[in-house]
């Protein structure tokens, strides 16, 4: 069983920055691949940002890119998402999850935070 907590959000103006952290418990293997997901009320859930926690190239949607960073610390089993020049449209519930190499799916999720920046 993987456990998934989420922190860091809150409110901001744009233009502004939050750093979002997903602490990960439980059987979290090398071989997982972590990813961000946003969901705004109304809308679907989108992808926002992936990496393994082995290491490799990091994964964004186009919404993000050049303004998020996605990073990890193995030895704090945490997940980071730094996000930089937040929009309006950035409002959103911000999920953690975690899926196996072996697997499309996500399996484990985190409770969420919520990010909303005001313009």
């Known amino acids: 069983q993987v456990q998934l907590v989420e922190s860091g959000g809150g409110l901001v103006q744009a233009g502004g920055s939050l750093r979002l952290s997903c602490a990960a418990s439980?059987?979290?293997?090398?071989?997982?691949?972590m990813g961000w997901f946003r969901q705004a009320p109304g809308k679907e859930r989108e992808f926002v940002a992936g990496?393994?926690?082995?290491?490799?190239?990091?994964d964004y949607g186009d919404s993000v890119k050049g303004r998020f960073t996605i990073s990890r610390d193995n030895a704090k089993s945490t997940v980071y998402l730094q996000m930089n020049s937040l929009k309006p449209e950035d409002t959103a519930v911000y999920y953690c999850?975690?899926?196996?190499?072996?697997?499309?799916?996500?399996?484990?999720w985190g409770q969420g935070t919520q990010v909303t920046v005001s313009s």
């Open positions: 999850a975690a899926r196996s190499r072996f697997s499309v799916s996500y399996a484990y």
């Open positions: 439980g059987r979290i293997f090398s071989s997982s691949y």
């Open positions: 990496i393994w926690w082995s290491g490799g190239p990091m």
